[in-house]
């Protein structure tokens, strides 16, 4: 999801929808408009406009190893000239999942997933140090998720 410059007012009812999709994604309108207060249509509707204006996505979360990904890494990349160049041509890699501009040491961080070490290798000496303006990078490579939540709620 793209950065918005000014964040879309969310009423209570909307926010209590999406922290109700947070805990349970397949949580069936139905369920959803007991929760709180609305017809299964009303949530249904609700549910179609913070899709399509960006706001929220339902999507499937998976478990990288358990599909042959044994290789997960952020890795923190300097860049001179234009970082946004570099964030967009990181996006287009299939293997990257995760693209941030960043202040401090690294310019931007891109999280990758890779099937072994091999794939890993590859991806960074061919694809990601190969992209003009990228000066250095630094990979810190996952031994363990101990924590990944996604209901983190609204505010």
Known sequence: MAARSRPIALDDVSKAIIEQLQEDGR???AEIGKAVGLSEAAVRQRVQKLTESGVMQVVA???PMQLGFYRQAMVGIRVTGDSTV???RLAEIPAVDY???TAGSFD????VV????DDLIELLNRRIRSIEGVQ???TFVYL?????LYNWGTR
């Open 86 to 88: 570099v964030a967009e």
């Open 61 to 63: 979360v998976t478990d």
């Open 99 to 101: 693209v941030v501009l």
């Open 136 to 138: 250095a990078t630094e």
């Open 114 to 117: 890779c099937e072994n070490d």
């Open 144 to 148: 363990k998720l101990q924590k990944q």
């Open 27 to 29: 949580r069936s309108y």
């Open 108 to 111: 931007l961080l891109a999280e």
